[in-house]
């Protein structure tokens, strides 16, 4: 496959030798061929062999929102054994990165309660944009990308995609199927399912089993023996009134006044159930808390913003969650599950404000109906994900013929790098069979220990 006339060579942050980069202008909206466009920025990592194949593996980021580029160095490492026989394309989605970023400045980490403020900041937000806000969604992503298969001469396409970029990837998968050549879909966002309905009752689940996790190790169970009844305490003292304490930023070492209500305690534990890193330290920092000692709690909070939130376009999450996913949902949208979790329906009452005053896309009238494909799929989902649980993976493999669901015990959300996953993606890439592989080596893959205290766990690794 040749990118001759689209890329240059480029560096990358997180990558010590040159790649190429390159971009390639497609339609704003795609039935209007001859009208403006939008430049879709993408990274190739060339193929290591002499004679590469010529069906790239084509990385779709999360979200929606991240920038691909932001995800090269990750993308490097969990497709190194099949970017020997095969180019690995990272693209910036529209709306994203280098691709014309929608970006929005978020200035909270928590999910405001504000109704006023979140319309205000939306609508402040919006009017900002230089941008058709309506020409942002998974079916205009799909299109750009078969636009760049095009281009670059590839008659199929192996498609990695993770959390929101599994969506956009089926999307790809149920428009463009006599191109489509395999699906690794990690962190599973089915087109049947509604991003954001049940995000609380998700992370609710996913704590209770890190709580349950913690109790089955002797070490955690020993150190921090009554964590689940004094995280609820916890939230109950900061509901009734706030703490404020002066607290070192993690990075820069700057002090200032930081104050945790209920509402942001449990955002920042929300953050911490997406890291496999974080869930280890989240029955320590749960008790420093409780004793008062709010600096762990405050360093998680802080690495999750400027390690995700940073990254993401907040407008183009808007224009896909509001016109394809939670915006779409009535007023009284989600059951008693939702409100009573941890988060309480915070997200659900973020997400209704914002969309309120929203451009939105209409879609195809078969978005929300199950992908149905006999493509070969491999699916991989963490059994802690906070956000897309295990059952969403099950709920796409029900309509592809040929999927295969990996559960990584203990992984959180994005489980590729896990134990021998990335060699099993390789093999299942380069085969483009389910069937034959042996997946036996996923049942050794265990979660890693909880830390005890500062210094780290009370087992060696």
């Given amino acids: 496959m040749t990118a001759a006339g689209l890329t240059s060579p480029c560096f990358v942050d997180g990558l010590s030798s040159r790649v190429e ?4 202008a497609v339609p704003v909206h795609h039935d209007a061929a001859d009208g403006p466009t939008i430049d879709m920025a993408f990274v190739r ?3 290591r062999s002499a004679t590469p194949a010529a069906d790239p593996v084509v990385v779709i980021p999360g979200g929606p929102g991240q920038s691909g580029r932001s995800i090269v160095p990750i993308a490097a490492r969990l497709l190194d054994a099949a970017n020997v026989d095969r180019d690995v394309i990272v693209i910036d989605p ?17 999910f405001v309660a504000d109704r006023e403020r979140v319309i205000a900041d939306t609508i402040a937000c919006r009017d900002a944009l230089d941008a058709d806000l309506t020409a942002y969604g998974s079916e205009a992503v799909a299109d750009d990308l078969e636009r760049l298969r095009q281009h670059l001469g590839a008659p199929k396409l192996n498609l990695w995609g993770g959390s929101w970029g599994s969506r956009a990837a089926l999307v790809y998968a149920r428009r463009y199927p006599d191109v489509t050549r395999t699906l690794v879909l990690d962190s599973v966002a089915p087109t049947d399912w509604i991003i954001g309905a049940s995000m609380g009752a998700d992370a609710d689940r996913a704590l209770q089993r890190v709580f349950e996790a913690c109790a089955a190790e002797s070490g955690c169970a020993q150190a921090f023996p009554t964590v689940p009844r004094r995280f609820n305490q916890l939230l109950n003292r900061l509901d009734a009134r706030p703490h404020t304490d002066d607290l070192a930023h993690p990075l820069t070492g700057a002090t200032r006044a930081v104050s945790f209500n209920a509402l942001r305690m449990s955002s920042a534990v929300r953050g911490m159930l997406y890291s496999d890193a974080m869930i280890r330290v989240l029955p320590y920092t749960v008790m420093q808390a409780y004793e008062g000692r709010y600096a762990p709690l405050y360093a998680a909070s802080e690495a999750f913003n400027s390690g995700t939130l940073d990254d993401l376009a907040f407008g183009m999450m808007l224009s896909v969650l509001c016109s394809e996913d939670i915006g779409t949902l009535p007023s009284d949208g989600v059951g008693s599950e939702e409100s009573t979790s941890f988060l309480g329906d915070q997200i659900f009452q973020f997400w209704q404000a914002a969309c309120s005053v929203w451009p939105r896309h209409a879609v195809a009238e078969d978005f929300h109906d199950p992908v149905t494909s006999d493509i070969p799929s491999l699916l991989i989902t963490g059994s802690w994900d906070p ?11 029900r309509t592809l013929s040929h999927a295969r669901v990996l559960e990584v015990q203990g992984a959180a959300h994005i489980a590729s790098s896990r134990g021998c996953i990335p060699q099993l993606t390789a093999k299942f890439i ?3 069979d389910t069937a034959s592989l042996d997946t036996g080596c996923v049942d050794q893959i265990q979660p890693k220990a909880f830390f005890i205290d500062a210094t780290g766990p009370e087992i060696s690794e």
Wanted: aromatic fraction near 2%.
């Fill in 21 to 24: 980069c390159g971009s390639l």
């Fill in 430 to 432: 380069d085969s483009a």
């Fill in 45 to 47: 990592l060339p193929a």
């Fill in 94 to 110: 529209r709306g994203t990165g280098h691709s014309g970023k929608l970006a929005c400045p978020v200035e909270d980490e928590d």
């Fill in 387 to 397: 956000v897309t649980p295990p059952y969403t993976a099950h709920q796409a493999a």
